[in-house]
């Protein structure tokens, strides 16, 4: 059974900066020779949204509103999947959730999408 755990959510003021983390269980981002991974974000009452993804190959793609703030990354030796967020802005709060395309399509588009992480709160706020 793959799983997706998220960590590292929290409260922070304007420009700060923030770390999540996406701890993969039950499926092994080097052995597999294609995936992509994503970070969506969901503010109360608005649509997910995708924020960053990355593939196998390590091609990164990211909504422009994130551009130059978002850092998305891999880590094959602890199999986790991470979003370094700086210059955090209030538009930013949100449940940031991981997911999982088993086919590596690289999309930010929900649908496209396999497994998912419960999800980690950032807030964003003076």
């Known amino acids: 059974q793959v799983l997706l755990e998220e960590s590292g959510g929290g409260s922070v003021q304007p420009g700060g900066s923030l770390r999540l983390s996406c701890a993969v269980s039950g499926f092994s981002m080097r052995d597999r020779d294609r995936w992509s991974m994503c970070w969506f974000r969901q503010a109360p009452g608005k649509q997910r949204e995708g924020v960053a993804v990355i593939d196998k190959g390590g091609s990164t793609r990211y909504r422009p509103d994130v551009l130059g703030r978002f850092d998305i990354s891999k880590d094959y030796v602890m199999n986790t999947l991470t979003l370094q967020m700086s210059g955090l802005k209030p538009e930013d709060t949100a449940k940031y959730y991981c997911?999982?395309?088993?086919?590596?399509?690289?999309?930010?588009?929900?649908?496209?999408?396999?497994?998912w992480g419960q999800g980690a709160q950032v807030s964003v706020s003076l």
């Open positions: 997911a999982l395309d088993f086919r590596g399509r690289g999309m930010l588009d929900s649908a496209w999408y396999d497994i």
